[in-house]
């Protein structure tokens, strides 16, 4: 086990337009804005985990990004109240796999730039 590292700490996302994607993760995800660096940098909290926002600047591309799974606590509730709120429809929440102690639901959008955002509950078992 590698003890030099532990978990992760921040996630960069590469978007078009740091405002327009800064009101989807912080105004339909409700990810606590901590502060911009100019303006093609932002940054937000998620549960402890920095997600930075930020335009092409020598790597990474434009709705190319890897899929963040945020978890969500009611996923059916809380995918339609990102619907409805704007964010643009790609999966419904579903069983993904029955596991020995839960199921796992996940359910997918997309922000702004069309990169796949998830989300992931793991419900007890009945």
């Not at 409700?30 to 911009?36: A, I, N, Q, R």
Request: charged share 25%; glycine share 8%.
């Amino acid at each position: 086990m590698n003890t030099n590292v532990s978990s992760i700490k921040q996630i960069a996302i590469t978007v078009s337009d740091v405002d327009k994607s800064l009101a989807f993760y912080r105004d339909i995800l409700g990810l606590e804005f901590l502060f911009s660096a100019g303006p093609n940098l932002a940054f937000l909290n998620a549960d402890g985990v920095r997600i930075m926002l930020s335009t092409p600047q020598g790597a990474g591309a434009v709705g190319a990004n890897s899929i963040l799974y945020f978890n969500a606590k009611d996923i059916e509730k809380a995918y339609k109240e990102f619907v409805e709120k704007g964010a643009k429809v790609e999966r419904e929440p579903q069983l993904a796999a029955n596991m020995p102690d839960h199921d796992l639901w996940t359910g997918f959008l997309r922000d702004p730039d069309d990169n796949l955002v998830g989300l992931m509950e793991e419900k007890p078992k009945a």
